[in-house]
């Protein structure tokens, strides 16, 4: 509050004192807090897909090249084509893809009664769902 007086020399230093009390209580003494740090970006290289080493069921059924046959039986480990050739006919069908760990095939066989589910991950059987 400004409280004028009659005498103009009294006013104008209260008018003074004013100002500068209102200005004290304007400004403050505490700087602005400083802007948060970025984070740092760490490049993450993606993992390197295995490689698929011999021959892979193209999505017809048929192998993409010829396959030595070194599997004797059906069991985890062996390959896509080494499949076909123990079962000794074509497979009913063949879903080829790309998932997290590479190349992923599921080759379907129909047999009389019931469904045989072969999967494999990067060319080597994985696990076998029968129905």
């Given at each position: 509050?400004?409280?004028?007086?009659?005498?103009?020399?009294?006013?104008?230093?209260?008018?003074?004192?004013?100002?500068?009390?209102?200005?004290?209580?304007?400004?403050?003494?505490?700087?602005p807090p400083a802007p948060a740090p970025a984070?740092?970006?760490?490049?993450?290289?993606?993992?390197?897909?295995?490689?698929?080493?011999?021959?892979?069921?193209?999505?017809?059924?048929?192998?993409?090249?010829?396959?030595?046959?070194?599997?004797?039986?059906?069991?985890?480990?062996?390959?896509?084509?080494?499949?076909?050739?123990?079962?000794?006919?074509?497979?009913?069908?063949?879903?080829?893809?790309?998932?997290?760990?590479?190349?992923?095939?599921?080759?379907?066989?129909?047999?009389?009664?019931?469904?045989?589910?072969?999967?494999?991950?990067?060319?080597?059987?994985?696990?076998?769902?029968?129905?």
């Open positions: 509050m400004i409280v004028v007086s009659s005498r103009p020399a009294v006013s104008a230093g209260i008018a003074l004192l004013a100002l500068a009390a209102m200005s004290a209580c304007t400004t403050s003494e505490r700087e984070p740092a970006r760490v490049a993450v290289a993606p993992p390197a897909a295995p490689s698929v080493t011999g021959p892979v069921l193209n999505p017809d059924g048929t192998c993409s090249q010829a396959a030595p046959g070194s599997a004797g039986a059906i069991e985890t480990g062996i390959g896509e084509c080494d499949l076909v050739r123990l079962k000794g006919k074509a497979p009913t069908d063949v879903l080829v893809g790309e998932g997290r760990s590479g190349r992923e095939v599921q080759v379907l066989y129909s047999e009389p009664g019931a469904k045989e589910l072969y999967f494999f991950v990067n060319g080597r059987l994985d696990r076998i769902v029968k129905s």
